[in-house]
């Protein structure tokens, strides 16, 4: 069975300091993995997909995520925070014609 | 391209009554899933269709359905409302499972009193 667990429901950063949101995977077949973003009172948006072509995936709003099959891990990163980034982010793993969601990481950017 | 739009946005129902909510997909997407959004349990898959057909379903009673049109929008069905059906319900489509991402409607609000 695949799951998805975000490490930390909350993480408050600073503007312009690094922004790291956790995710580790269990599947036992090569994933395919997403991270999606949620501002309040909309649904989920993309931000970026691991589907095996490189390990290191660039998203949408400077947002990038690191592939380690070695700790089972999709962690998603951005250098400088911005007060916009302020939402919800889930990861995501696909597989057997399901998408499974962590539980979310709640993003707090302080000025 | 539009998006997935579902309807309602809101809705509000008594304990007892059943509910239909309506998710119109991206055209040209196939596969329409369902999910259950709450503060409590995260988002919960309910089930997921392609071509009319149910391929996969979660762990729900079976007050809750759904159903696929041949033009791909799905509808899915609640009866017997209980207080804790309360949730934002969202559908979301792509053009098939797994390997491509979802596109998420903006979720209808369901309060159950």
């Known amino acids: 069975a695949q799951s998805v667990t975000q490490l930390g429901s909350h993480v408050s950063v600073s503007e312009g300091a690094l922004v790291l949101l956790r995710c580790n995977y269990s599947s036992s077949v090569p994933p395919y993995l997403f991270w999606y973003v949620q501002y309040p009172n909309q649904g989920l948006q993309l931000l970026l997909k691991?589907?095996?072509?490189?390990?290191l995936v660039k998203g949408i709003n400077g947002f990038e995520a690191e592939f380690k099959k070695s700790e089972t891990s999709f962690h998603l990163t951005k250098p400088s925070a911005h007060m916009s980034d302020a939402a919800e982010y889930f990861c995501?793993?696909?597989?057997?014609?399901?998408?499974?969601f962590g539980a979310g990481t709640r993003l707090f950017v302080k000025a | 391209k539009a998006g997935v739009t579902q309807t309602p946005r809101y809705l509000i129902k008594t304990r007892g009554q059943q509910v239909t909510l309506s998710c119109s997909p991206i055209?040209?997407?196939?596969?329409v899933s369902w999910y259950q959004q709450t503060p409590g349990q995260g988002l919960q898959f309910l089930f997921e269709?392609?071509?009319?057909?149910?391929?996969n379903k979660g762990n729900f009673p079976g007050r809750f359905s759904g159903r696929q049109f041949s033009n791909s929008r799905s509808e899915m069905n609640v009866s017997t409302l209980e207080l804790g059906d309360s949730a934002l319900y969202l559908c979301?489509?792509?053009?098939?499972?797994?390997?491509?991402?979802?596109?998420f409607g903006n979720g209808t609000r369901l309060t159950v009193t």
């Open positions: 691991y589907t095996s072509a490189a390990t």
């Open positions: 979301a489509s792509s053009l098939r499972e797994e390997t491509t991402p979802l596109h």
């Open positions: 269709y392609f071509s009319e057909t149910q391929r």
């Open positions: 995501a793993v696909s597989g057997g014609f399901k998408t499974i």
């Open positions: 055209s040209g997407h196939r596969s």
